[in-house]
């Protein structure tokens, strides 16, 4: 299956098929992760897990605390 890329904003997407979504119980707004191919000739779309998604949530709750962690403390006083 060969697709074009579309602009989205200062973005691209691509259009994926219904068959091919509901191949993979996906749905718009389901959560997918993104990932270069072993190699690097590609891209590997795969739907996330919830674990997946928890942890990308831990990774960047981590790097926002370590920007403005600072920023929260005197806030919350």
């Known amino acids: 299956m060969i697709r074009n890329l579309r602009r989205i904003g200062n973005s691209c997407g691509i259009i994926i098929d219904r068959p091919v979504l509901e191949l993979l119980n996906l749905e718009v707004g389901s959560p997918v992760k993104i990932e270069i191919a072993p190699g690097g000739g590609g891209l590997?779309?795969?739907?996330?897990?919830?674990?997946?998604?928890?942890?990308?949530?831990?990774?960047?709750?981590k790097n926002v605390m370590a920007r403005h962690g600072s920023a929260f403390e005197k806030l919350a006083k």
Request: charged content about 35%.
């Open 44 to 61: 590997l779309l795969t739907p996330a897990t919830e674990t997946d998604h928890e942890a990308r949530v831990r990774e960047a709750s």
